[in-house]
């Protein structure tokens, strides 16, 4: 029994073995484990260093999108926007004396003006309108119709279209009242969509001062087409806008 045990018994006792000699004893990992772990260690940290550098650009390209995107207070519209030249007048259909060609042009591109919104879309702006009586939702227009609206009652103005002594003089009164608006309408207008675009002069060969190059200036403008047929499922008919009737007129 006694040589057993000391045959299991070490020849030096744990007590006389120094840490060095310890330290040696042990067995040593493989070298290629070694490295291993080093290269999965390094791969993690450039991972986890990519992830940050990813994340933190997906951010700061979202926020500025957001906060240069257009804002519109109509859902599922389409803003696709393509460089255009303005036309001079003796290229559109909407300038000039008035006549058959330009009063139709006019009223195909105030066509569209009535549009259905939603309670939702009323919501978010803040704002309460008419109720539309056929097909539900409320009475709206976009801000570019108000301005169009504006321009047509100027241009009606410069032709005298509405001869100012065929009307009455409170007529007069509420005509020039609607003139003002328009101009300080477009022009609050001119100054929130503040266009960047570069306009420019030239000579002409019998004035002395510089001339306004209109028709050679290139802007960034909305597609009008694409913007109008994503909107066309809003458009309120004028026989639906003939049925409105006014309650507060039969309240009593």
Known sequence: MNAE?????????AEHITKEEATQRRPREPQQKTWWTFIKTHVAVHCIVIG?????????????????AR????????????????????????????????EAAWENLLAPMHMRVSTEELRRANQESVNLPEG??????????HELHCIKMLREAHYNA????????????????????????????????????????????????????????????VNWDVLMASAAGRVVEEDEILQLQNPLMHAN
């Not at 940050?52 to 240069?68: D, E, G, N, P, Q």
């Not at 109509?74 to 303005?86: G, K, W």
């Open 52 to 68: 940050i550098y990813t994340v933190t650009a997906v951010l700061i390209v979202r926020y500025h999108i957001k906060s240069c």
């Open 162 to 221: 509405r001869p100012s002594e065929s009307l009455t003089v409170e007529s007069k009164k509420h005509w020039e009242s609607h003139l003002e608006h328009c101009f300080e309408m477009l022009r609050q207008s001119s100054v929130c969509h503040a266009d960047t675009s570069l306009t420019t002069f030239k000579w002409h060969p019998q004035k002395t001062r510089p001339m306004f190059n209109a028709s050679e200036s290139v802007h960034k403008c």
């Open 71 to 102: 804002p519109s207070a109509f859902d599922n519209l389409i803003f696709r926007y393509t460089d255009t030249t303005f036309h001079n007048l003796s290229q559109s259909p909407y300038t000039g004396p008035p006549s058959q060609e330009n």
């Open 136 to 145: 539900g939702g409320y009475l709206g227009w976009m801000g570019v119709f």
């Open 5 to 13: 045990r000391q045959e299991d018994e070490p020849f030096i006792p």
